[in-house]
């Protein structure tokens, strides 16, 4: 079946980097996008971004773009969120899910289990 | 940018019909998915392309979409139904989600 597992929880300091992975399993990684989504405490989903498994390619929403970076590794089916100068409010749960239909990311699913991020001094 | 609008509370009574909307601007030109996030648990998918259900979800779940507004229907309450749920369109190169509505059991 499809999984999704992420890495543990970071604690950072403002200012700070944060990388997050997402190795993922029983599907053809390099035909699906992989999308990046976060959630702030008591608050709702926030769509980062998503990078082709086929050849890399990205988008971000904007707020995002120029803090954050999503890269993988087709050898080991495994993507990664890189987000930097980390202020307080970046503090979250941090989600990877596979974005579907194959080629053409429409809906996600499944998801990972999350990972938390929290930023403080 | 694209903006999603969602009750943010409904309440049903088990056994009762739970009726969540989500408006936005020509949404009808654009595919909604809708997804359940139960506390502590990551969201999962349970309608997309505005109707279509996974596998595994049960068929008290359908969705519609009329104008600029589209509905996910939980039939036959259930308790476990308790949940935040949240729209989400694809515009352009970018993925959006709705505001959030929680569904209470009374």
């Known amino acids: 079946q499809v999984q999704l597992v992420q890495s543990g929880t970071e604690v950072k300091v403002p200012g700070a980097s944060v990388k997050v992975s997402c190795k993922t399993s029983?599907?053809?990684?390099?035909?699906?996008?992989l999308t990046w989504v976060r959630q702030a405490p008591g608050q709702g989903l926030e769509w980062m971004g998503w990078?082709?498994?086929?050849?890399?390619?990205?988008d971000y929403e904007q707020k995002f773009r120029g803090r954050v970076t999503l890269t993988m590794d087709t050898s080991t089916s495994t993507a990664y969120m890189e987000l930097t100068n980390l202020r307080s409010d970046d503090t979250a749960v941090y989600y990877c899910?596979?974005?579907?239909?194959?080629?053409?990311?429409?809906?996600?699913?499944?998801w990972g289990q999350g990972t938390q991020v929290t930023v403080s001094s | 940018s694209y903006v999603l609008t969602q009750p943010p509370s409904v309440s049903v009574a088990p056994g009762n019909t739970a009726t969540i909307t989500c408006g936005g601007n020509?949404?009808?030109?654009?595919?909604v998915h809708w997804y359940q996030q139960k506390p502590g648990q990551a969201p999962v998918l349970v309608i997309y392309?505005?109707?279509d259900r996974p596998s595994g979800i049960p068929d008290r779940f359908s969705g519609s979409k009329s104008g600029d507004t589209a509905t996910l229907t939980i039939r036959w309450v259930e308790a476990g139904d308790e949940a935040d749920y949240y729209c989400?369109?694809?515009?352009?190169?970018?993925?959006?989600f709705g505001t959030g509505t929680k569904v209470t059991v009374l």
């Open positions: 899910a596979r974005a579907g239909p194959s080629f053409n990311p429409n809906w996600f699913a499944p």
């Open positions: 029983g599907y053809s990684f390099t035909s699906y996008f």
């Open positions: 990078i082709s498994g086929y050849n890399g390619n990205t």
């Open positions: 020509n949404i009808g030109s654009n595919s």
């Open positions: 392309y505005d109707r």
């Open positions: 989400q369109v694809r515009d352009g190169d970018s993925g959006v």
